[in-house]
């Protein structure tokens, strides 16, 4: 939440006539010697008229200094997104008695405030946001009676805010105290002089009671008390004091209850975040102007309501409650959804047809009616049927997760086409079967795929070199970065922060990621009946991190190239069917942590490598191949019945068995030839007969 660098007058609007006050330019040069500076965003700080420096404005008639403002320094579109200067705030801005705004937002600045921050009487607006102040914030501001603005968030005060804080700021409009260790402590009766439009109190303390001091706020636009431990049921006067509120956030504490039904309908908000509280009972129908919604993780049950109520809703955000039911109709026309989250709840059923969004032959239908849904996870529900139709026409799709559900059939050719954008890919532990479609790699943005625990068949397409996302690192701003952390930002406020989490079978185990999937490349087609061999395409994707292919039927040799999958940090191939050797090339992977190839029938000396012998329980990773020798294995290559055996179909096989059918063969004609030497040679027939009886007596 920052203060426009517009809002500051453009430097050099003072006439060179109108010099400074030295005493103010004294005060100035005091402040900057106390600063660091490593960009040199104060070299302009020198020189008498201290009304010509960059940040600092003067009034034309009189010369004090009236304005500081940090982001002028910087200028409008600079790179970079804050400051550098550093240091304290130094007492001797006191001097600037005529100061209105006092703005140095973004830096580094350290310290406390002045104590006499009070005594600058014409102060409107004070802003140190995103900052790293410490100390308790000064009661005397409580004497500033001009002060519109007063924005400390983002920085590591504490202490206590009694009524003190504010006994004369009749004017004030903007609070910002989030990201703070502060205590707000009223008494019960205590009313506000002011009348806010904007209170961010993120993570401050103003529990456990519901705060009173709010029931004369009734001006205010967005509302932020998240995370500043509520532990109470919602009065009802909050849904009245704030039902022109248009955005509110209160998520992240203990409040407890149910969604009152007329009150909340009759609302105006359009942003609401009650998630992750311990709210019960069924969710009513919602506020018509309604924008955004996030419920998630509370105790809400019942089916979704059967009129939504909000066709202007782009974001839904309803995971891990116990809603039930199945999924209604109206979905079909909610024509704005962008971001959809009904993940970890009991929804049941089939997911419904649209068929007026279709042509009668199934496929999108011309004009503009493709959806602008980004976001859809129905992740760990129990709902049934073949993949949504519906799902054609979301062209703009990037993170698709149906995982841990019952739906079935085959995977349909169309996934390729309809779905370009799409990124995110998860079907795990579902009832699919059939072929994985050749189709599926033409989308050239995926970088996730979880086709794992079904009954897919078939074999690995050779195509999927075709997955270019995962030969390159994802990078910041990659099309996931707007899935898991996404603000959706209203007027100056980040009203809603998405924060669910994606299971990903990683390393042995099951890991939970949050903002790290936008970085996850994953291939995991684990647990299910592939046949056929690990494609050479393989050693294409350099940027997988992830690649499990057990509990399948493959067979071959694991591909000599698997070590060009450099980024790799979890290889499973265990539960197959793999032969002949293990690759050397699987050594050079250095960024590998975990490696099963246990049980196939791998054969012959195991590699040796830095990165191998740093593997936690190396022995079993290579249990149930008894074909192979060498550390970490206590069988030693040198032993009888250890020789590599090559797998069936090799050259050297057939050479094997020439060699053996040659040996035999010449075996058999020698004792031939001996034979009929003693049966048509007398003398030799009476030498064997007369050496036969010698050792006889």
């Known amino acids: 939440m920052c203060w426009p660098s517009s809002s500051a007058q453009a430097v050099g609007a003072i006439p060179t006539s109108t010099l400074c006050i030295p005493r103010e330019r004294d005060a100035l040069l005091v402040f900057k010697a106390g600063l660091t500076d490593p960009d040199n965003l104060l070299s302009s700080w020198q020189g008498q008229d201290c009304c010509q420096w960059d940040g600092v404005q003067c009034s034309n008639q009189t010369g004090h200094v009236v304005k500081l403002d940090s982001y002028s320094l910087i200028g409008v579109g600079a790179d970079q997104p804050m400051g550098t200067i550093g240091g304290e705030v130094s007492s001797a801005l006191l001097e600037l008695r005529h100061l209105e705004e006092l703005t140095f937002a973004e830096n580094n600045l350290t ?11 014409n102060l409107t607006v004070i802003d140190f946001n995103n900052n790293r102040l410490s100390g308790e914030i000064p009661s005397s501001i409580g004497a500033l009676t001009k002060l519109t603005d007063l924005r400390l968030g983002f920085n590591n005060l504490n202490g206590t805010i009694t009524e003190s804080h504010f006994g004369k700021l009749a004017n004030l409009r903007y609070l910002e105290l989030s990201g703070n260790s502060v205590a707000m402590v009223f008494q019960e009766s205590w009313v506000a002089p002011f009348k806010l439009q904007v209170a961010d109190l993120k993570s401050c303390r103003l529990g456990p009671k519901f705060p009173r001091w709010l029931k004369s706020q009734d001006s205010i636009i967005t509302l932020d008390i998240s995370n500043t431990s509520i532990a109470d049921s919602i009065p009802e006067w909050f849904w009245t004091t704030f039902s022109r509120t248009r955005n509110l956030v209160l998520a992240t504490n203990k409040i407890i209850g149910t969604l009152p039904t007329k009150l909340f309908q009759e609302m105006e908000a359009e942003t609401v975040d009650l998630g992750d509280n311990l709210l019960v009972g ?3 129908k919602l506020p018509r102007k309604l924008r955004s919604l996030d419920l998630s993780r509370n105790n809400l049950s019942g089916p979704l309501p059967s009129d939504i109520g909000a066709p202007l809703l782009t974001t839904l955000i309803l995971f891990k409650n116990s809603l039930s039911g199945t ?5 079909c026309h909610l024509e704005n959804l962008v971001f959809v989250d009904l993940s970890a709840n009991q929804l049941h059923g089939e997911f419904p047809v649209c068929e007026e969004q279709l042509e009668a032959d199934g496929s999108t239908s011309n004009g503009n009616n493709s959806s602008y849904i980004i976001m859809l ?29 019952q739906f079935s059939g085959m995977l349909p050719t169309w996934i390729g086409e309809k779905l370009p954008s799409l990124s ?6 579902n009832l699919f079967y059939g072929h994985i479609p050749q189709e599926l790699t033409q989308m050239k943005s995926l970088q996730y795929l979880d086709l794992a625990c079904n009954n897919m068949s078939g074999t690995i397409p050779r195509s999927l070199a075709d997955f270019i996302a995962m030969a390159v690192a994802p990078q910041r701003d990659g099309p996931l970065s707007d899935i898991v952390g996404y603000d959706n930002a209203i007027g100056d406020a980040d009203v809603v922060s998405y924060t669910d989490s994606s299971l990903v079978v990683m390393k042995g185990q099951q890991l939970e990621f949050t903002h790290g999937i936008m970085y996850m490349v994953n291939f995991d087609l684990s647990c299910n009946s592939l046949t056929g061999h690990i494609p050479e395409e393989i050693g294409r994707l350099p940027a ?8 399948n039927h493959l067979s071959g040799v694991i591909p000599v190239n698997i070590g060009e999958v450099h ?3 979890s290889l499973d191939l265990s539960h197959n069917e793999f032969g002949g050797e293990i690759p050397g090339s699987i050594a050079v992977l250095t960024s590998l ?9 791998l054969t012959g000396r195991i590699p040796s490598g830095n990165q191998l012998q740093t593997l936690n329980d190396q022995p079993s990773i290579y249990i149930g191949n008894p074909g192979l020798c060498g550390p970490p294995l206590s069988k030693n290559c040198s032993e009888p019945g250890l020789t590599p055996h090559t797998p069936k179909g090799s050259k050297d096989t057939g050479d094997t068995v020439f060699l053996f059918l040659a040996m035999s063969s010449g075996y058999v004609m020698g004792l031939w030839t001996i034979f009929c030497l003693f049966l048509f040679n007398k003398n030799w027939s009476v030498v064997c007969f007369k050496f036969s009886d010698f050792l006889y007596d």
């Open 111 to 121: 310290g406390s405030l002045p104590d006499q921050l009070g005594l600058l009487s």
């Open 282 to 284: 069924p969710i009513p």
């Open 327 to 331: 999924i209604p109709h109206y979905f």
């Open 377 to 405: 996870n129905l992740n760990s529900n129990r709902l049934s049927g073949e993949l949504p139709i519906f799902l054609r026409k979301c062209q703009n799709l990037t993170f698709l997760d149906l995982g841990y559900n």
């Open 424 to 429: 995110f890919l998860s079907m795990r532990s």
């Open 544 to 551: 997988l991190k992830n690649l499990n292919l057990s509990w």
């Open 567 to 569: 980024s790799l940090e």
């Open 593 to 601: 942590v975990y490696l099963n190839l246990s049980y196939n029938n």
